[in-house]
Structure formats: C-alpha cells, structure tokens
C-alpha cells in the first residue's frame, strides 16, 4: 500500500511553551492539612478527582484515597461517565477536562487551572486544520485525544495512544485514507505497524520530542540490563531502540509485570511516581533529554501538567471557578468522535 506524509509539506504551529512552575514547598503537617481540606470539600461539593498519570504524586494519591481516579486518557474518558458525582475534578491538562465535559455535560466539570493546555493541542488549532482536512475530502479524520474540542469536532475518529493501532489497523484494512493528527511521531509509528495510508498534520510533544537517541544509545551502554520504555509521542530513531512502546499504562504494566531489576523510562516524569508505587523493588532510569541538539538539560515535564498543584486544587473546590465550558453544537460533534473510540474499546474488550 502506498504510504503519503503531509507533514514535510506542513509548516509546523508556533508553541510558546511556559516555564515550569514552582510551587511553594509544604510541611509534611501543612500538606497533610491541606490533603485533608480538599477531602473535605470534595464530600461537600459530591465531587470526585480525577488525575492523569503524569501529574504531581500528591495530587495521584488523593485521588487514589477519596475514590477517584489516576490513569491515561483513556481510561480517564471512561470514568467519569460511570460517576454519579453532580462535579469532576479533572487535574491534567485542558483536553481532559473538555472530554470529561463532552461526555458528561450535565455535570460541572472543574480544573485547578484553565491555562493548562498542551504543545499538540496549541499547535494544531481548529481553524487551520479544518481548512487541511477540507483539501483531502476522501480522506478519514482521526484525530489524537491531545486536541481542542472543535477539532474533535471536525473529526470522524478520537484515538488515544492506548487505542490508536488497533483503531487504526481496522480503518486501514477497511481500505480508508486517513489523516492524522496532531502528533506526527505518534502517526508515523502506528503507520509503520498497521501499513495504513496516512496524510500527518504536523505535531509533536515537546517533552517527547527532547528524547535523544545518541544519548539513550550511550545510557544503554551503562545499563545494558534495562529494558527501554518508550512512549510513541518520541522521535522514530528514540522509538527503534524500545524494548516496550506504548501508552502510560502499558509503561507502567511493563515495569511491574517484566523480569527486569532495571527500566530506562522515555516519557513524562510524572509516571515514575505510579511505577515506583506498583514495583518499588525496580531501578527507573529517566531516558536523556540532554546531549546533541538539546535545548535543555532535563525536559522530561510537562510544565502545563505542572500547573496542578495541591493549592490550586483547593482553591477551585473553594470558589467553584475554572469550570469548563464548551459550546452544545460541537459538544453535540466531538462526542460522536469520542463515543465511536469508547464503543470501539468495549467490543475490543468483549
């Protein structure tokens, strides 16, 4: 099958990328006084806590204790639909909380900060990438989660990387073209594996983007014991070194369920918290961001993910605010996207 890129031909979107915050350190009795506030107010507000994999370890272990939820995308989407909660909390970045919203748009749904966005997000916006599908009318629109609600919108499939081959292998063995979008590595991998014929918009993570593969090479060198734990969101010449490519979920999996005393980790830093939790006899290594062609030493956040902190999160259960808000007719467009990815993975599962 012929296999076409767009992606050289696209001039990628600006980014502007925030510095990483840096919260105010807490006493162990401040943090504890604060984690029993929010529990607090999590009981008063009949809300529950939702967090992503790559957040802050406090943030994962509240949501853990007060019947919430820590996970991927995926996995996130899920859960809030099966709440009966009148509020989720949804401490990640925007997409999250616009997904959480689509599915579920009789409940509030807040965020500790509306800001907290994401590079595949920004750079692939609405009006843009409209317009690109529109050249290609024959083609299907599959689109990544890391997207605004209006270019889910636009598009026929929503696919996180936890769902994305398969999805993908069945478009391509119904004969469909795809576009894809927004992150190009992640595209360009799931190509590879299913053959599919796929047009890329022109993307990619900014922390997975600063893996490097000569570094990782000479780490390996060091550690040539440890199994390599590679997210798709990194560059190809990153990828070919894996021993294990896949969502958070499937990294976190590896590290608990493989042989390996050892694991070089290529992907958000966030996770470490999860795999040290589930295998706290392992080594994790974080893959190298810094060597040739570096723009920093340690990029392995994400700084929008970092936006959530224990005392944002009290602040938006005190006063209500950050609440996510997204318009009834593209709500009314994206989630058929999202429902056919769900649909999707509850037959997979049967």
């Not at 009789?106 to 317009?131: Q, R, V, W, Y």
């Not at 014929?197 to 993570?205: A, P, T, V």
Request: hydrophobic fraction near 40%; proline fraction near 5%.
């Amino acid at each position: 099958m012929t296999q076409t890129t767009a992606s050289s031909t696209l001039k990628a979107h600006p980014v502007t990328v925030p510095a990483h915050p840096v919260w105010p350190e807490m006493s162990p009795e401040e943090k504890s006084a604060t984690k029993n506030r929010i529990k607090a107010l999590l009981k008063e507000r009949n809300a529950v806590l939702v967090a992503h994999y790559y957040t802050d370890g406090d943030l994962q272990e509240l949501a853990e204790e007060t019947g919430g939820c820590v996970s991927d995308s995926l996995e996130m989407a899920r859960f809030g639909t099966q709440q009966s909660a009148d509020t989720l909390v949804v401490c990640g970045v925007r997409f999250m909380g616009e997904t959480a919203k689509i599915l579920n748009p009789e409940k509030h749904i807040l965020m500790p900060d509306l800001n907290a966005t994401c590079s595949l997000d920004e750079g692939c916006p609405a009006d843009e990438f409209t317009a690109f599908c529109d050249q290609h009318p024959d083609h299907t629109v599959v689109v990544y989660a890391n997207t605004s609600a209006k270019v889910k919108a636009r598009a026929d499939w929503v696919v996180t990387s936890g769902i994305a081959l398969p999805i993908i292998q069945h478009l391509a063995e119904c004969g469909e073209k795809i576009i894809w979008a927004p992150d190009k590595h992640l595209g360009r991998y799931v190509q590879k594996q299913t053959g599919a014929e796929m047009l890329f918009w022109n993307g990619s993570c900014v922390v997975h983007e600063e893996f490097k593969s000569v570094a990782l090479e000479r780490i390996k060198r060091l550690h040539p014991e440890a199994a390599v734990l590679v997210h798709p969101e990194s560059p190809e010449e990153v990828i070919d070194q894996a021993d294990v490519v896949g969502s958070t979920t499937t990294l976190i999996n590896a590290v608990k369920e493989m042989d390996n005393k050892t694991f070089i980790v290529a992907t958000d830093g966030g996770i470490f918290h999860k795999m040290k939790q589930l295998a706290p006899g392992k080594k994790l290594i974080e893959a190298p961001t810094a060597g040739e062609g570096a723009t920093c030493e340690s990029c392995a956040h994400c700084p929008w993910m970092g936006m959530n902190a224990l005392q944002n999160l009290e602040q938006v259960l005190l006063t209500g605010n950050n609440e996510i808000q997204i318009d009834p007719a593209i709500r009314e467009q994206a989630v058929k996207s999202i429902q056919k990815m769900l649909d999707f993975s509850s037959n997979m599962k049967k």
